[in-house]
T-cell receptor
Framework: RKEVEQDPGPFNVPEGATVAFNCTYS??????FFWYRQDCRKEPKLLMS???SGNEDGRFTAQLNRASQYISLLIRDSKLSDSATYLC????????????FGSGTRLSIRP | DTGVSQDPRHKITKRGQNVTFRCDPI?????LYWYRQTLGQGPEFLTY????????KSRLLSDRFSAERPKGSFSTLEIQRTEQGDSAMYLC????????????FGQGTRLTVV
């Protein structure tokens, strides 16, 4: 089983739609979680951290469910510029601190 | 520019040759990571350092791969006797190592083995 698993997509949705991605992780000792965005042929960049209480940044909402070991990302009112690959990232934290990426979910927003 | 920098950005090499890549992390970051990424896949963990100590090396890495971070600052990744399957983007990232702190990536080195 992969340490971090995501649905690869692609998700193809119209502009203005709401889209949600899920990600599951296998190591219950994982301590911090992130969503990264990667544009074609570019390096990954942090989109947002994911906190236990859930957090929101504009149109983006991230949630963590430790009991079920999954993370979600919700994008509301999607824009053409949201088209990218979204990577789920897990950090084991403390002395382990290995950062593991999921394989990414491709999102394409159509006009 | 105080971000993570990688050199070279692109490398084309013949099969069987050795290649070396360099990564300069953000200066106050003590954690440095190497990843490999192929088309359609997420970054695949290769190895990471805390200061000069290499803490883990992926089982996916063959003995042809070696990484160093001699003074706890920049790092090098060497691939010996390159094979066509080594063609990929090699990404370096650094972080402060604190909890809940994200990693920052360089722009990567794209390796093509012909």
């Amino acid at each position: 089983r992969k340490e971090v698993e995501q649905d690869p997509g692609p998700f193809n949705v119209p502009e203005g739609a709401t889209v949600a991605f899920n990600c599951t992780y296998s190591n219950s000792a994982s301590q911090s979680f992130f969503w990264y965005r990667q544009d074609c042929r570019k390096e990954p960049k942090l989109l947002m951290s994911v906190y236990s209480s859930g957090n929101e940044d504009g149109r983006f909402t991230a949630q963590l469910n430790r009991a079920s070991q999954y993370i979600s990302l919700l994008i509301r009112d999607s824009k053409l510029s949201d088209s990218a690959t979204y990577l789920c990232v897990v950090n084991l934290g403390s002395s382990a601190s290995k950062i593991i990426f999921g394989s990414g979910t491709r999102l394409s927003i159509r006009p | 520019d105080t971000g993570v920098s990688q050199d070279p950005r692109h490398k084309i090499t013949k099969r069987g040759q050795n290649v070396t890549f360099r990564c300069d992390p953000i200066s106050e970051h003590n954690r440095l990571y190497w990843y490999r990424q192929t088309l359609g896949q997420g970054p695949e963990f290769l190895t990471y350092f805390q200061n000069e100590a290499q803490l883990e090396k992926s089982r996916l890495l063959s003995d042809r791969f070696s990484a160093e971070r001699p003074k706890g600052s920049f790092s090098t990744l060497e691939i010996q006797r390159t094979e066509q399957g080594d063609s990929a983007m090699y990404l370096c990232a650094s972080s402060s190592g604190l909890r809940r702190t994200e990693a920052f990536f360089g722009q990567g080195t794209r390796l093509t083995v012909v």
